[in-house]
C-alpha cells in the first residue's frame, strides 16, 4: 500500500533555529501534499497544501515566511519552521494525495517539535 | 460553514463493552466525503473508512460499524465488544466537494477501554 516517510519523528531543538521535516511518498507520486498542525489533545489543523512545483497554498493566519513549504518534486515535500520559537513546540504531521480527485489520503507517522 | 463536531471528547468503557462515537458535520455541499481515522498513542493516523454522501449505506467492517444519516448529518462509529487495543484517538473528518482535497477534522474522541 501507499506510505509516506516522514523525518524526523521527533526533534528538539533552541530557540532562533530553524527546523526542516521532511516527508517522502514511498511508492507513489504526491501531487498534492497537506501539513497539519496538532497541539497536545487538539484536532488536527491544516497549515498548508502544496502541489508539486507549485507555492503552497497557507491557510488563514499560518504565517508563510515562517513555515516555509517546498514541494520540488513528486516525491519529497519539505515543511522548515524558521526561526523557531516555544510555542512552534507541536506535532506537525503530512498527508500526501496521489492524483487530484483520487479520494486515498496516505499520513505520514508524524514529528513531534520542541523548542527549547 | 464546513465544520465537523466530535462531542464526546472522552469516553472510557470496560473491556467487552459496545461503545459509539458521534460525529455531526455540517456543509452546503451536496456531494463530500466522511472519514473516520483511529490515532493511537504514537501518533500516526490510521484509516478506518470513507463514505461519500450518496451512499447512505451502513457498513460493517468486523468489529466496527458506521451509520451514515444525511438526514441528521451524522455519521456516527460503534465499535462491539471494545478492546483495550481499541484504546486511541478517534478523529472523524469531512472532504468538502472542489478539489482542493482538504479534510476538515473535528476535534477527536479519545477512547479508554480498560481491562
Known amino acids: 500500500g501507499a506510505v509516506v516517510s516522514q523525518h524526523p519523528s521527533w526533534v528538539i531543538c533552541k530557540s532562533g533555529t530553524s527546523v526542516k521535516i521532511e516527508c517522502r511518498s514511498l511508492?507513489?507520486?504526491?501531487?498534492?501534499m497537506f501539513w497539519y498542525r496538532q497541539f497536545p489533545k487538539q484536532s488536527l489543523m491544516l497549515m498548508a497544501t502544496s502541489n508539486e512545483g507549485s507555492k503552497a497554498t497557507y491557510e488563514q493566519g499560518v504565517e508563510k515566511d515562517k513555515f516555509l513549504i517546498n514541494h520540488a518534486s513528486l516525491t519529497l515535500s519539505t515543511l522548515t519552521v524558521t526561526s523557531a520559537h516555544p510555542e512552534d513546540s507541536s506535532f506537525y504531521i503530512c498527508s500526501a494525495r496521489a492524483t487530484a480527485g483520487v479520494l486515498g489520503y496516505t499520513f505520514g507517522s508524524g514529528t513531534r517539535l520542541t523548542v527549547v | 460553514a464546513q465544520k465537523v463536531t466530535q462531542a464526546q471528547t472522552e469516553i472510557s468503557v470496560v473491556e467487552k463493552e459496545d461503545v459509539t462515537l458521534d460525529c455531526v458535520y455540517e456543509?452546503?455541499?451536496?456531494?463530500?466525503?466522511l472519514f473516520w481515522y483511529k490515532q493511537p498513542p504514537s501518533g500516526e493516523l490510521v484509516f478506518l473508512i470513507r463514505?461519500?454522501?450518496?451512499?447512505?449505506q451502513n457498513e460493517i467492517s468486523g468489529r466496527y460499524s458506521w451509520n451514515f444519516q444525511k438526514s441528521t448529518s451524522s455519521f456516527n462509529f460503534t465499535i462491539t465488544a471494545s478492546q483495550v487495543v481499541d484504546s486511541a484517538v478517534y478523529f472523524c473528518a469531512l472532504r468538502p466537494s472542489g478539489n482542493t482535497g482538504k479534510l476538515i477534522f473535528g476535534q477527536g474522541t479519545t477512547l479508554q477501554v480498560k481491562p
Open positions: 511508492d507513489f507520486q504526491a501531487t498534492t
Open positions: 463514505r461519500n454522501s450518496f451512499d447512505e
Open positions: 456543509t452546503r455541499d451536496t456531494t463530500y466525503y
